[in-house]
Nanobody, 124 residues
Framework: VQLQASGGGLVQAGGSLRLSCEAS????????MGWYRQAPGKQRELVAT???????NYSMSVKGRFTISRDDTKNAVWLQMNSLKSEDTAVYYC???????????????????WGQGTQVTVSS
């Protein structure tokens, strides 16, 4: 599974950005999809996730400002980011978790996939 993220950029504090990520088509079934971020000098952290059933989870730092959504027909996930702050500046990574699968006589355990990251810079 390959993930292609886009939508990052430079925005002023208080502005908005919408990140997009689409997973390549495969025989795998994707369960949860989500977004993580990593700021310079900091560890990668969870931003938001959403299950195949539509249950979403947010970090406290973005709750109420960011909204995650997905379209299972396209294996796509989006992150709408509003009221951006300078502390939201980071590289944002999209993730997808596949469920364990039997295909063509072979077993594939569940696995997490990561996209290449897209830079979000919020100027104050």
């Amino acid at each position: 599974v390959q993930l292609q993220a886009s939508g990052g950029g430079l925005v002023q504090a208080g502005g908005s950005l919408r990140l997009s990520c689409e997973a390549s088509k495969s025989f795998f079934t994707i369960d949860a999809m989500g977004w993580y971020r990593q700021a310079p000098g900091k560890q990668r952290e969870l931003v938001a996730t959403i299950t195949a059933g539509g249950y979403s989870n947010y970090s406290m730092s973005v709750k109420g400002r960011f909204t995650i959504s997905r379209d299972d027909t396209k294996n796509a996930v989006w992150l709408q980011m509003n009221s951006l702050k300078s502390e939201d500046t980071a590289v944002y990574y999209c993730t997808a978790e596949t469920i364990a699968t039997y295909y063509d006589g072979s077993y594939y355990p569940e696995k997490s996939y990561w996209g290449q990251g897209t830079q979000v810079t919020v100027s104050s």
